[in-house]
């Protein structure tokens, strides 16, 4: 009875060291398909995680955008960490005067940019992916607006992604407060590191975003918690 214990032990002892050892192997080579691939850690970030987080109205969740299609599949924005640095010290400068920020987007997958590209050809508008793989895809662009501490919006020239000149920033068609509401977001922006983009208001990206790498990383990944990106080449 004892050989047989000790047999039957030692049989499960070499099957128990298989598995081990197999699952090794498929770690192993998990671990060196991912090195493979030359992923990077995103560092993308939820805004929903801001101390004190903005309006939200991420209409590419919706839609009611230009496209007339839903291209989000939920109302969350992600940016860099590093954008979203700067922006936590922008929403602190703004609510210290009585007003905060309303976020319209943030990153965007490369495979979303190309869809807006597809359907809106026009730079000033809409980033041509062939070109510099789009703004928005590095985490480091952001859209916003102005509202009240209740969240009402403050006036501006025109709405959001409205592409004629009345979105431009020297548009000379805006009335006197949409014009300083303009100024006032330009200059709160440009004070904490962000470059203002000249035909939407809207639009401002981290100071060298151009050495940050684009990627395609779905919201459905980050939603999940994947850490890493392979990027766009």
Known sequence: MRRKS???????????????????LILFALIGSLCAADTVPHDLVNLAAMANPPVFDVRYATKLNFTGKKLYPAPAVWLHKDALAALMKVQADLREIG????????????SVQQKMWDLVKDE?????????????????????????????????PSGFDDFTEKAHRNY??????????????EAAMA?????????????????GWEKYPPLDISFEDLASGVPIAKPVP
């Open 6 to 24: 000790a047999l039957l032990l030692a049989i499960l002892g070499r099957r128990g060291m298989k598995r081990r050892m197999k699952r090794a």
């Open 99 to 110: 007003i905060a920020l309303k976020v319209f987007d943030g990153y965007r997958p490369l």
């Open 124 to 156: 000033r508008y809409v980033s041509n992916p062939s070109v510099n793989k789009g703004r928005h895809t590095r985490g480091t662009a952001i859209d916003v607006a102005l509202v009240d501490l209740m969240g009402n919006p403050l006036p501006m």
């Open 172 to 185: 000379a068609g805006a009335r006197p407060e949409e014009a300083a509401n303009v100024k006032l977001l």
């Open 191 to 207: 004070a904490n590191g962000f470059e203002p983009f000249p035909t939407e208001w809207w639009h401002f990206d981290l100071a």
